[in-house]
């Protein structure tokens, strides 16, 4: 019976060795070789191959599509430039993303724009009411940092909370049921942007994600976010770029094989060029990962990994920006809408009944940006540029045009992530079922080893961050972690 069991092992083993090596048909020998090959160019990818590369290693970036910056996407826009994707440093300490702009003395400035709240009627909120609101936002995000047991949904757990504070704080409220409906309305909505959820509770509280201490909203302005990307890359000021590093663009990979003879991973694009290298980073979100992992890699990957691809849930999150002739909005830089009850059965799309509110890009002078998540930003991509415009500014004319003639935009911007087959949606977040796969953001960071215990192909990205998901800080620390990981060094 032992001897038995024994043998079936060793056949197994054998089994996987000949479906390893098969890859060797591959030859290597006339192949362009480097020492890393880093698939995709986002923020991790390009903070992965730029460490491999100031550490002296023959790196080759593959990148799909035709710029590099991935989820990061600068444009120059009206007088200056605006953010197609990632906006924010999102805090200060601990934050390699915010240092690497200090030092090299690029300023961030913090985006503290002041508020005003409107409601569906055309009305402005007075101050009494804009205060109370700002009380309550900020309670409900304190709230929300809460690791309460057992996990519950975050909008459920939100809302029963402040609940209780307002019985505590503000009793006169309870009676004033039509204030709280188009409060929480609001503040599941502001929640949604954060989570690039369609509803706050798609979000499970035991979500793992902690903020960085500082300021939330640290703005590149009219740097641009793409500032980064040249930093990693030594161009910033005419620098001279990272001489052992090379990339293509528009040069999308669709095959990543493991060969055990000869010891190389051999990575084969949609234009048909092969190169080789000793291993491999894989950077492209999880859900390209989810639509592609089983025809990119030339063996299944393991069924732990598979897991965490299916179970890691990819949010959407959406911008448009009009640009005008003038700031026709005064001084705010941030407006909150409200929603009437008996103005939520009007005619307009349900997309249109859930941005939550426009802000002014730190970059440029006259746009404004109207914010979607979710489903709702999945449903204005699908609709064409002229509807979106017209439905969008139809939104601004309700809430911001009682008492001014809004004039039409001169251009719109919109972003279309869930469309960009290279990215196929925004950020990750930690869904109602995260208590069932807490490991899997772990389990998609783990490299795959050969039989020697060598890591061969790794994965960065955000959604491999188990804590700073979501974000480009988080993203550059996943480069950093498995370049480093590479390099033998510890971090
Ligand atoms: C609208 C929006 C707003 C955001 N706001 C913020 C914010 O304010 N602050 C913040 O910190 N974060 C924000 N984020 C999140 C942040 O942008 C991302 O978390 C981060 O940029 C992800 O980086 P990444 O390297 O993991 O992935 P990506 O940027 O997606 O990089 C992966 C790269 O791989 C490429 N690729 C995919 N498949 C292949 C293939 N087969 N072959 C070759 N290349 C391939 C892709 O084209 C892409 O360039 C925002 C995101 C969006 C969309
Ligand atoms: C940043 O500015 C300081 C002080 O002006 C200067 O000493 C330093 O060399 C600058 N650093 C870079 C990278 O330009
Ligand atoms: C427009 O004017 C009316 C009447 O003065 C006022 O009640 C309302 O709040 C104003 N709306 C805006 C958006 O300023
Ligand atoms: C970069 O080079 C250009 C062209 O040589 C020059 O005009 C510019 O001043 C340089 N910029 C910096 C920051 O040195």
Not at 298 to 306: H, N, Q
Request: charged share 20%; with cysteine; hydrophobic share 40%.
């Amino acid at each position: 019976m032992v001897v038995s069991l024994k043998i079936i092992y060793i056949g197994l083993v054998l089994g996987l060795v000949v479906a390893y090596t098969q890859a060797a048909s591959i030859s290597d020998n006339s192949l362009p070789t480097y020492d890393t090959i880093v698939v995709g160019l986002g923020a991790s990818g390009t903070a992965a191959a730029t460490t491999l590369a100031r550490a002296g290693r023959r790196v080759l970036g593959l990148e799909a599509q035709e710029r590099i910056g991935g989820r990061v996407y600068t444009v120059p826009f009206d007088d200056g430039v605006v953010e197609v994707g990632a906006e924010w440093i999102h805090g200060q300490i601990g934050s390699r993303t915010y240092e690497l702009a200090v030092q090299n003395n690029v300023s961030i400035i913090a985006d503290e724009t002041s508020v005003g709240g409107y409601r569906s009627d055309g009305t402005l909120l007075d101050d009494n009411t804009m205060n109370l609101m700002k009380e309550l936002v900020e309670k409900g995000m304190e709230i929300a940092a809460d690791s309460p047991e057992p996990p519950e949904p975050l909008g459920q757990y939100i809302t029963r909370k402040l609940m209780q504070y307002i019985e505590k704080k503000h009793p006169e409220l309870l009676n004033d049921k039509e204030f709280l409906a188009q409060f929480f309305e609001y503040m599941d909505l502001n929640i949604d942007t954060y989570e690039a959820t369609t509803s706050w509770n798609d979000v499970s509280t035991a979500s793992q994600s902690v903020e960085l201490e500082g300021n939330q909203a640290m703005s590149w302005h009219r740097n641009g976010y793409k500032t980064l990307f040249e930093i990693l890359l030594n161009t910033y000021r005419n620098g001279s770029g990272l001489p052992t590093l090379q990339y293509k663009l528009n040069t999308e990979v669709t095959k990543i094989t493991l060969s055990e003879a000869p010891n190389k991973v051999f990575v084969t694009c949609k234009d048909g060029s092969t190169y080789a290298a000793d291993n491999v980073i894989v950077t492209p979100s999880v859900a390209v990962l989810k639509e592609r992992h089983a025809t990119l890699f030339s063996l299944p990957l393991p069924k732990d990994k598979v897991d965490a691809i299916n179970n890691i849930k990819m949010g959407v999150e959406s911008k448009i920006m009009f640009r005008y002739p003038n700031r026709w909005w005064g001084d705010n830089g941030f407006f909150a809408f409200l929603w009437r009850t008996e103005d939520k059965s009007g005619t307009e799309d349900v997309w249109v009944k859930k941005i939550p509110a426009v802000s002014t890009p730190m970059g440029a002078s006259n746009v404004l940006t109207l914010w979607l998540t979710g489903d709702y930003a999945v449903m204005a991509e699908n609709l064409p540029d002229d509807e979106v415009r017209a439905k969008g500014m139809a939104l601004l004319r309700r809430f911001l045009g009682a008492n001014i003639t809004i004039p039409e935009p001169v251009e719109m911007l919109r972003s279309l992530w869930h469309k960009n087959p290279h990215v196929l949606g925004s950020f990750t977040y930690d869904d109602v079922d995260y208590p069932h796969h807490v490991t899997a953001r772990a389990d998609l960071a783990r490299p795959i080893t050969d039989e020697k215990g060598v890591p061969r192909i790794l994965f960065a990205g955000e959604a491999t961050h188990t804590q700073q998901f979501s974000t480009v800080h988080g993203a550059v620390d996943t480069g950093y972690r498995e370049a480093n990981r590479l390099l033998g060094n510890t971090v």
